[in-house]
């Protein structure tokens, strides 16, 4: 059992939290708000603020906005120290009918920035390259998805990779990419997105390697 720490709790902190909870892992939802809005959530999920999860869990996902995810986790800085920082968002800026538009980095990746900004935190990037839906449930797919792998610390990849395994996550769908670095291809990734879901609607897919 892995003592894990989410935050943000939109819909992909909320399903991350509810499949990692029944996959028997001890789970916090970060709110930046009052835990009593967190009320007919999961009862097998704890709910603190972001500060208080990020402090007594030892893996943190991040699932904030990308955009403003790098400041926000920079004043964690202190509480993240020592631990996984999983970062699954993509920072871009909304078009004009809301769907992501450009990057909001676009000579490197939010990962590499947090990792910068948090030198004693070992930060992995993963599951940013699909719809919220397909990161707990990829057996729905009809075509085998992939979830990349990015990250420095190649201990912290493992345990990700494990806890991708909780998630429904098979081996083989696992592409480690190498370095942090690696992430800057698959934040780019998200540009595709927004084309597809205009021509097919809000259905689920990923952006997976054929082989």
């Known amino acids: 059992m892995t003592n894990i720490g989410i935050l943000g709790a939109g819909r992909v902190g909320a399903n991350l939290a509810h499949k990692f909870a029944a996959a028997g892992h001890r789970v916090t939802l970060g709110h930046r708000s ?4 967190a009320a007919g959530a999961d009862p ?3 709910f603190a603020d972001q500060r208080t999860t990020a402090r007594n869990a030892d ?6 906005p990308g955009d403003t995810a790098l400041e926000r986790l920079s004043d964690l800085r202190a509480e993240l120290a020592g631990k996984i920082l999983v970062d699954v ?3 871009t800026r909304d ?4 769907l992501p538009g ?9 990962a590499e920035r947090l990792q910068a900004a948090l030198p004693d935190t070992r930060v992995v990037k993963t599951l940013n390259t699909m719809l919220f839906m397909v990161m707990t449930a990829p057996e729905t797919l009809a075509t085998p998805p992939t979830a990349y792998l990015s990250g420095d610390d190649e201990q912290a990849k493992e345990i990700m990779a494990g806890l991708l395994g909780d998630l429904g996550w098979r081996p083989e769908w696992i592409e480690d990419l190498g370095g942090i670095g690696t992430a800057r291809a698959t934040e780019a990734m998200i540009l595709v997105v927004p084309h597809i879901m205009r021509r097919h609607g809000f259905r ?8």
């Open 102 to 110: 450009e990057l909001v980095y676009r000579d490197g990746s939010l």
């Open 95 to 98: 078009a004009d009918d809301g």
């Open 204 to 211: 689920p897919f990923a952006v997976a390697i054929a082989r």
């Open 89 to 91: 968002s993509n920072a």
């Open 59 to 64: 893996v943190v996902i991040n699932a904030t």
């Open 44 to 46: 097998r999920v704890s």
């Open 34 to 37: 009052s835990p009593e809005d």
